[in-house]
């Protein structure tokens, strides 16, 4: 086999002209990292482990051959019933979206050859039934709709070919096992299974072993590769907000994405940012898919220029040149951290990853540096100096507080 370092364009790595000259006209100029090593091994029907960091070309690495394949077996003369040749499942609607918007721009010149359906909750079922009619070539789904639509018996999943899982680690997580487990005993035993992440935490890793077949895991996360800046601020407790509107104030960012951890959080920090002369939207999983969407594609387009998020935002979400994202809360998975600020920083633009820490939050900062491999220097905002009384506990081990006298209770002895 070719050595992928050595592959400088798309054709070298045995791609069709048609597909070829539409990633010219995308302005794709050459293969990233992920790209070059794995899709050689996913044309030669390989199974996949790739991880790679956020805004790296994941999407582009599994859906390019797959639809290599498609063209080549000319699956389109023979798609029938409702079955499907190639499912990509994804943990949220909006990343469903986006992947499939992606892969339909790839396929652009066959789209009379590939039929890309897209299925997600939150909206009518009843559209996505009827473009899945006569079968589709790919389906990108998340969990919980695609199980619906075949108990409906509007997809049927016996002629799977290729499985990829996106955002492989949060796929196997505990949030989605039983439908995951659903899927998995309704596909063929044999297939193709491609599963791309930017994280893959070990457990992850020993799960992700038992639905491969002598898979070529391809690792190629690199914070030194990274066009992503990452700061700390070490901030007093309750002046958070204080030191946020300072900085995008003091900034003036083009954008600006900040997470927090809960959807009540996002509307609280909103009014607070409102009275400081700052104009938020919100994101969260209580709006509907329609608002969800309407806020997506502002903030996509420029016309909002701060977004206040939970973790649905987190995960493949595509903002073109976002320079900035703010942790105002720490995300309480450590691996969290690094799909949240890869929202900036990708497709090789500079970018900056912000958090913003109190004494609550140091020694938790600590556990995400240690997991993600990373020491950052602890900075602090002028005019928002942390307090001589509280600067000693962010450098210094935290000692256990002392139990207030007389508030315990006294154990009771047990009965032998």
Not at 270 to 294: C, M, N, P, W, Y
Not at 401 to 409: C, E, F, I, L, N
């Amino acid at each position: 086999m070719t050595d992928q370092t050595q592959l400088a364009t798309f054709a070298d790595l045995g791609l069709v002209p048609t597909l070829v000259e539409r990633l010219e006209e995308l302005e794709y100029s050459q293969p990233t990292p992920i790209q070059s090593h794995t899709i050689p091994y996913v044309l030669e029907g390989r199974d996949i482990v790739g991880g790679a960091n956020t805004g790296s070309g994941k999407t582009a690495a599994f859906s390019l051959p797959i639809l290599q394949k498609i063209i080549k077996q000319n699956q389109s003369s023979s798609r029938r019933g409702n079955f499907v040749s190639h499912l990509v499942l994804v943990p949220t609607r909006e990343l469903a979206s986006q992947v499939a918007y992606n892969i339909k721009s790839y396929s652009y010149h066959l789209r009379d050859k590939v039929k890309t359906v897209a299925v997600f909750g939150g909206v009518s079922v009843n559209p996505q039934m009827l473009a899945l009619r006569g079968g589709s070539d790919i389906i990108v789904a998340t969990p919980g709709r695609l199980l619906d639509l075949i108990s409906s018996n509007a997809i049927k999943l016996e002629q799977v070919e290729t499985l990829v899982l996106d955002e492989a680690d949060r796929m196997l997580s505990l949030g989605f096992t039983e439908e995951l487990n659903k899927i998995l005993a309704l596909l063929p035993k044999k297939k193709q299974t491609l599963l791309f992440s930017a994280t893959f935490p070990e457990k992850v890793t020993s799960l992700a072993q038992d639905l491969l077949s002598n898979p070529v895991e391809i690792q190629l996360q690199s914070a030194e590769a990274s066009t992503l800046v990452q700061r700390v601020f070490s901030v007093n407790k309750g002046q958070k907000t204080a030191v946020l509107a300072h900085l995008i104030k003091q900034h003036q960012w083009r954008q600006t994405l900040i997470f927090v951890n809960a959807k009540n959080a996002c509307n609280h920090l909103a009014q607070k940012l409102s009275k400081r002369g700052i104009t938020a939207e919100v994101f969260h999983g209580d709006k509907g898919q329609g608002a969800r969407t309407r806020v997506l594609e502002g903030f996509k387009s420029g016309e909002i220029q701060v977004l206040i998020a939970t973790d649905i935002a987190a995960r493949g979400l595509d903002i073109e040149k976002l320079p900035v994202v703010i942790n105002f809360d720490l995300p309480r998975s450590p691996a969290d951290y690094m799909h949240r600020i890869g929202r900036s920083g990708r497709a090789g633009e500079i970018g900056l990853g912000l958090s913003l820490i109190d004494y609550d939050d140091y020694h938790h900062f600590k556990v995400i540096e240690k997991k993600n491999k990373i020491q950052l220097e602890r900075e602090q905002v002028e005019g928002f100096e942390v307090e001589e009384d509280q600067s000693e506990a962010y450098f210094a081990p935290m000692k256990p507080r002392a139990k207030p006298a007389g508030t315990g209770k006294k154990k009771k002895k047990r009965k032998q």
